[in-house]
């Protein structure tokens, strides 16, 4: 098992960026794939961004492509989110979380770690 710890949120104002980190701990982290989602007040949980276990495939979500990029250091047990150009719709809690295997998954259900998530709030 795999215990979750993200950081990083916070108010900003649009145009701006922010970089969430994910620290994990427990078992070894290169044995997870990794994602990011977002929930927004009145939304279901939404797919932001994933990387498999080594780091050499990565998806995004339509919405956040070109501005959000995802990144692992397996060796810091950490996995990241850099944000720029934020937009007011960007305003969401940030949740970090993690799956046995090689390979992301872009469904909630799939994965079974979750971190207690990160508040982002974008101003215009």
């Known amino acids: 098992q795999v215990q979750l710890v993200e950081s990083g949120g916070g108010l900003v104002q649009a145009g701006g960026s922010l970089r969430l980190s994910c620290a994990a701990s427990?078992?070894?982290?290169?044995?997870?794939?990794m994602a990011w989602f977002r929930q927004a007040p009145g939304k279901e949980r939404e797919f932001v961004a994933a990387i498999n276990r080594i780091g050499s495939s990565t998806p995004y979500a339509d919405s956040v492509k070109g501005r959000f990029t995802i990144s692992r250091d397996n060796a810091k047990n950490t996995v990241y989110l850099q944000m720029n150009n934020l937009k007011p719709e960007d305003t969401a809690v940030y949740y970090c979380?993690?799956?046995?295997?090689?390979?992301?998954?872009?469904?909630?259900?799939?994965?079974?770690?979750w971190g207690q998530g990160t508040q982002v709030t974008v101003s215009s």
């Open positions: 427990g078992r070894t982290f290169s044995g997870y794939a």
């Open positions: 979380a993690a799956r046995d295997g090689l390979n992301w998954n872009i469904n909630w259900y799939d994965y079974p770690y």
